[in-house]
DNA sequence: CCGGAATATTAGCCAGGCTAACTTAGTTGT
DNA sequence: ACAACTAAGTTAGCCTGGCTAATATTCCGG
């Protein structure tokens, strides 16, 4: 019972619930969702085509499509065109998408780093060591 | 730098973000979706009313009633009166919704069993030493 | 130059949130 | 005793965010 994978995995489990109910609570009321700061972040390099947001959100064409529109219509990416390949839609931060993907990156940052500084030096320490298996978790 | 709140609030959310790209994958495709799963989780103590369930899912309740009107559908929850107070109406469930419950959990344990056994014992050790401070995280 | 592959978009569906408005039932105060 | 308030649920209508199927366009290979 000292090392079970199946009874780690339920508590595993229930923590991830956790874990997501306190980020449905962090996100809400922000200015952009959860999903449209997560593409705002995958610009921030510079211009990216619709195939390659849509793979690294892990969602089909169609969704991605819908996501850029609001983001467009919000005026926070803009689209444009491969002149090497006339099929291709590019997008890319607006001068205003940029500054509102650093004004909400700052709030979420400071959020958790609230929640950071109630712990005790040694569970950072703790929850800092895990962070790299969990980030292992999925790529099996 | 070396016990940075901000510099590892940086680091969570990214591992958050992954994690819950790795839960989107596991859930899509089971024969309940994840907000039911832990619905009928909620009922597996016996019957509960409606605002009780809208609370522990941190949902207001016409969200609640909805999902419990696809659940009755489905015939996995049947819904009761408390004879103490008729406004209040109770849920619980069925045969079915039990069996359901338990393979949907079966399989979701089994999944992340699966996930971490692809670890080693130690980091499995850091994994779960870790859980506690996170689930302590947004009880503040 | 024609047929298949690749890139996007549109349309239409579903789950799962929300608020506002409504009903019904208990509770309270005079 | 009853009017007014409060509590519990539901309904209606809206939004986001997924999906698939169907459609345009464009590119490329033979």
Redesign the pocket.
């Known amino acids: 019972m000292r090392d079970d994978p199946t009874h780690l995995a339920e508590q595993v489990s229930t923590v991830l619930r956790h874990l997501v109910l306190l980020l449905r609570r962090t996100v809400a009321g922000q200015p952009v969702?959860?999903?449209?700061y997560g593409v705002l972040g995958s610009l921030e390099g510079g211009p990216r085509?619709?195939?390659e947001l849509a793979e690294e959100?892990?969602?089909?064409?169609?969704?991605m499509?819908?996501?850029?529109?609001?983001l467009e219509d919000a005026g926070l990416v803009a689209?444009g065109s491969d002149p090497a390949?006339?099929?291709?839609?590019t997008v890319e931060l607006t001068a205003e998408g940029r500054d509102r993907l650093r004004a909400v990156r700052q709030a979420r940052i400071a959020h958790l780093t609230r929640e950071l500084e109630a712990l005790t030096e040694d569970e950072r320490a703790t929850l800092a060591a895990a962070l790299p298996v969990l980030a292992k978790l999925g790529r099996s």
Chains 1, 2 share one sequence.
């Open positions: 969702t959860s999903q449209q085509r619709m195939t959100h892990a969602v089909q064409l169609p969704t499509t819908v996501q850029i529109n609001r689209r390949d006339a099929r291709v839609r």
